[in-house]
């Protein structure tokens, strides 16, 4: 009996122990679901962040694909615009060279005909012309030549007059020139002699004329060789003429040799000052380019710091929100060093961000003063700046539909401060403004000499254009005047 009674209470003290450790193992499971429940909440919450982070990228990505791509269609647009214009302003020449080809043509026909009447008349009848009339005709004419028939009949176009400072030295060499023929022509009394002495010098200046406008950087000697040629030429034709003025000649000849050397010399400065300036400007635009590709780099880098940015932001919203439901120390204290670490993550993108900003903030571009004499006459002028690779692509923008005419370029300089140059230039003609209360209209009253003062004040070696050319407002006009003349 006692002996079951023993059984029966290790049986229920065996029943307790089970009943404990099935207690503890219902705890532990619950602990292990509610620890389970957790880890999938925290997983799940990963989940949808790093989601939400790789949409938004998709999402800028794309964004920029849509905005290249847009910029893309609008370049191609604006190249098909420009090829457009440029193949109406072709045709527009065409017609007008052939109009003009026309009327050289039957301008011809008519002269022809007359000279063929003149010939025949004089055949006929030699005596049909008085030539004492004509003596005295000449002598008027000789009078209404100003300075004399040592003058150079045709001065063509050439390039030293682009220039403030070349044209001095040319006009002073061209002074001391006409000096020496005016010295030489009087040694000649008979009018025979000067005759001759006369036509001799029309023909060495067309001949230096000549040699001055086929001039080019690659060709100086052999346009010196064509002057000391011209000279030997001449005095060889006048040793073969008449041998009693080989030393007077001999010595004229000597002596304008170097006048005309130093007339290509001067002219040739151009065309060395225009070739350091391509030197120059090839070098400049190398550095446009690499300074347009790191300004296209730091942007990248730009965009990219700022999602690493939004993404430490983010983090540092997250943790501060955990921080105020928090109550462990452990975990407040790693959930504090966190939001410091990242504190300082975001200080040190924001010094990032300000020195992409400052080295993408460059003051290098054209400063150009244009004008539009069809649009604004011949006294207001365009003044301004742009930072193009092209400057030229700036200058066609501002002729578009706005203004029914083209933009003439008087000057075009380049600085590594363009904007302080272009302030300068505004600074000094500040009285001439024409808009004055909205400044960014850069417009003035001026006039071209004044201009040209101004900028080769600035940079002596800067090429300055006086001539309106006004292409299209001048044909028009041509247009009009003959539309004028049919009617």
Do not use: W
Not at 47 to 66: G, Q, R
Not at 84 to 92: F, G, L, M, S, V
Not at 341 to 355: H, P, R, S
């Amino acid at each position: 009996m006692f002996k079951k009674i023993k059984e029966l209470l290790n049986l229920n003290k065996t029943i307790r122990e089970k009943e404990a450790n099935l207690k503890e193992i219902e705890e532990r499971t619950s602990n292990k679901e509610k620890l389970m429940e957790e880890t999938i909440s925290e997983a799940r919450a990963s989940i949808l962040l790093e989601s939400k982070e790789i949409i938004e990228a998709a999402e800028e990505e794309a964004k920029e694909m849509k905005s290249q791509a847009i910029t893309d269609v609008k370049d191609l647009l604006e190249k098909k615009e420009i090829l457009k214009r440029e193949t109406d302003e072709n045709e527009a020449a065409v017609e007008k060279l052939e109009k003009d080809i026309k009327k050289l043509q039957k301008a011809a026909t008519k002269f022809k005909s007359e000279s063929v009447g003149i010939k025949e008349l004089i055949e006929k009848f030699p005596g049909a012309i008085n030539y004492s009339l004509v003596e005295k005709e000449l002598e008027v004419l000789e009078k209404s030549l100003g300075d004399g028939v040592l003058n150079t009949i045709i001065e063509l176009d050439l390039h030293h007059k682009d220039s403030k400072q070349l044209r001095k030295e040319m006009n002073v060499n061209n002074k001391e020139i006409k000096k020496l023929l005016t010295a030489y022509e009087e040694r000649y009394t008979t009018k025979a002699n000067k005759t001759i002495y006369h036509l001799m010098v029309i023909g060495l200046q067309a001949e230096l004329q000549n040699i001055l406008y086929t001039l080019s950087y690659t060709n100086l000697d052999k346009a010196l060789e064509s002057a000391k040629a011209l000279t030997d030429k001449y005095l060889t034709i006048c040793g073969n003429g008449n041998a009693n003025i080989l030393p007077t000649i001999t010595r004229f000849l000597s002596e304008l040799e170097p006048l005309f050397k130093n007339a290509i010399e001067i002219e040739y400065k151009y065309y060395a000052q225009k070739e350091k300036e391509r030197e120059e400007q090839r070098i400049i635009k190398e550095q446009m380019r690499q300074e347009a590709e790191e300004r296209k780099l730091l942007e990248i880098e730009r965009k990219k710091i700022e999602k690493e940015e939004e993404k430490y932001r983010n983090e540092i919203s997250n943790n501060r929100e955990l921080l105020s439901r928090e109550t462990d120390l452990d975990k407040i204290a790693a959930l504090e060093a966190r939001l410091k670490e990242l504190e300082e993550q975001v200080d040190k993108i924001e010094e990032q961000k300000e020195e992409i900003i400052k080295r993408a903030n460059g003051k290098a571009g054209y400063v150009y003063v244009i004008s539009n004499l069809g649009s604004f006459g011949d006294n207001m002028f365009k003044i301004g700046m742009t930072r193009r690779l092209n400057p030229l692509d700036r200058i066609d923008e501002l002729g578009d539909a706005s203004v029914p005419f083209k933009f003439d370029i008087h000057a075009m300089v380049f600085s590594n401060d363009a904007v302080g140059l272009e302030q300068q230039i505004h600074h000094s003609l500040e009285a001439n403004r024409v808009n004055k209360i909205n400044l960014r209209k850069e417009f003035f009253y001026s006039d071209v000499s004044k201009l040209e003062d101004i900028v080769q004040d600035i940079d002596q070696t800067a090429e300055f254009t006086k001539t309106m050319k006004a292409i299209e407002y001048r044909q028009s006009q041509s247009e009009k005047d003959e539309e004028s003349r049919v009617v």
